[in-house]
């Protein structure tokens, strides 16, 4: 009865799975959640309003000019009774719908006047789930924290096989549970992240950088603090919000992330190194900006310290975890960082791969440990991958 007295709102669209959800109606309420269903009118010529109503005891949420909602305003108080709002499934087309913010149908007035969590499973046949028009929505909604439960791969109503099955009921629940109840498993923990690339001046305008957003570790950083960590984020330049109850600290060179990253080391539990951090800087930096017609053709490079090779030499109790993105020799390169610089746990991300690695929203990564051990984790949404890398950390933390 772990989700006892959560208020959920189920909204249920016009697919095939659409059966699916009286399912995860019977899981959510036998969890003790209060279940209303939202129903698309597509969703009724699969499946019947009074099923859901006879299992909820509730009026079905269908027809916005219904005469039964005309003494309020049916939408705004839904959403604002509600703790979360699942959708499942979610089709293409209400899926566009929460994208574009197309308030024409009683689930999509809901998403928008709603300001709980939001988690949406899609289902759909392979060949639209996989068109960029569908893909570029579901990054908008993931943009706004829509938590997405990826489809699954297998055969499809439409006979073909592919990715776009509803996801299992069970992880579907797992992530409706991971938002409402975040497990505390790293909570009197002091995690340090470092994310984002750095930069390496040449003169006040030109530096030497990478192709790093910071994405990975700024879900890292999230994801601890929301199980219970103290987490403090040193980054180097990035565009992203600092996640909320996180400590951040804004650096711009290796140097300054070094000393940064020691600076705060005696008072940490874990770090982990998911940022790209030049291994060369420039032997000189010029003062004032170089011109045209003096900027040198050549550039000496010298290189940077290498912080985590340093951290695996303080190591003590502390557990490190590094990153490496490699293209080829994926596994054989990753294992040699782990071993050189005395890490617990390597991530290897192959970015040779689509949706793996820099400035992506998901990641394709193998986590690699000193006795040998690899666990190959599937392209996820980084922030489900930071979740796989800290069920590790959690897991090591315990011994
Ligand atoms: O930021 P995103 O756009 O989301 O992209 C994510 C990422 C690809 C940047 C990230 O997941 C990643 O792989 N980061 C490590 C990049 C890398 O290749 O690192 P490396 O192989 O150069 O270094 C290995 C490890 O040593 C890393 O943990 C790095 O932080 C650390 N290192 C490297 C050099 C240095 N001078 N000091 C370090 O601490």
């Excluded at 289902?123 to 699954?152: S, T, W």
């Excluded at 596994?331 to 290897?348: C, E, F, G, H, S």
């Excluded at 666990?375 to 979740?387: G, I, N, T, Y």
Aim: hydrophobic share 45%; with cysteine; net charge positive.
């Amino acid at each position: 009865m772990n989700l006892q007295g959560k208020r959920i709102l189920l909204g249920v669209t016009g697919s095939i799975a659409a059966y699916k959800a009286m399912e995860l109606l019977r899981l959510l309420t036998k969890r003790g959640a209060e279940v209303q269903v939202v129903m698309t009118e597509a969703a009724t010529k699969f499946v019947t309003p009074l099923t859901f109503e006879t299992l909820t005891r509730q009026p079905v949420l269908l027809d916005m000019w219904s005469l039964a909602y005309s003494h309020r305003i049916g939408h705004i108080e839904a959403s604002q009774r509600a703790d979360l709002c699942v959708v499942a499934p979610a089709t293409a087309r209400t899926i566009a719908r929460l994208a574009l913010g197309l308030a024409d149908d009683f689930l999509s007035c809901i998403y928008l006047a709603s300001r709980c969590p939001v988690v949406v499973a899609p289902a759909m046949d392979c060949d639209m789930y996989e068109h960029p028009a569908l893909q570029e929505n579901l990054k908008r909604l993931r943009d706004r924290g829509v938590r997405i439960v990826e489809p699954d791969l297998g055969p499809l109503a439409s006979g073909l096989v592919g990715r776009g099955r509803l996801a299992e009921l069970a992880d579907i629940v797992a992530a409706i549970e991971g938002v409402l109840l975040p497990v505390q498993d790293l909570e009197g923990r002091i995690i340090l992240v470092t994310a984002g690339p750095t930069r390496e001046p040449l003169d006040p305008v030109r530096y030497l950088s990478n192709r790093s957003s910071g994405k990975m570790g700024y879900a890292v950083a999230e994801a601890a603090a929301a199980r219970g960590a103290r987490v403090i984020l040193v980054s180097g330049p990035t565009a992203l919000p600092v996640p909320p109850g996180v400590d951040v600290i804004h650096v711009e060179t290796a140097q300054e992330m070094y000393e940064a990253v020691l600076a705060k080391l005696a008072m940490t539990h874990v770090v982990i190194k998911a940022a790209a951090v030049a291994d060369y800087r420039p032997k000189q930096k010029a003062e004032r900006k170089l011109k045209k017609e003096q900027t040198v053709r050549e550039i000496a490079l010298e290189p940077t310290p290498d912080i985590l090779a340093e951290l695996g030499r303080q190591k003590g109790h502390r557990i490190l975890v590094g990153f490496a993105a490699e293209t080829d020799d994926v596994v054989a390169n990753a294992r040699k960082k782990l071993q050189r610089k005395n890490l617990d746990l390597m991530v290897a991300n192959d970015v040779s791969q689509p949706g793996a690695g820099f400035d992506t929203d998901t990641n394709l990564v193998k986590i690699l440990d000193p006795q040998g051990n690899i666990e190959e984790v599937p392209l996820l949404p980084k922030r489900q991958v930071a979740d796989r890398i800290l069920d590790r950390v959690a897991a090591l933390l315990k011994k």
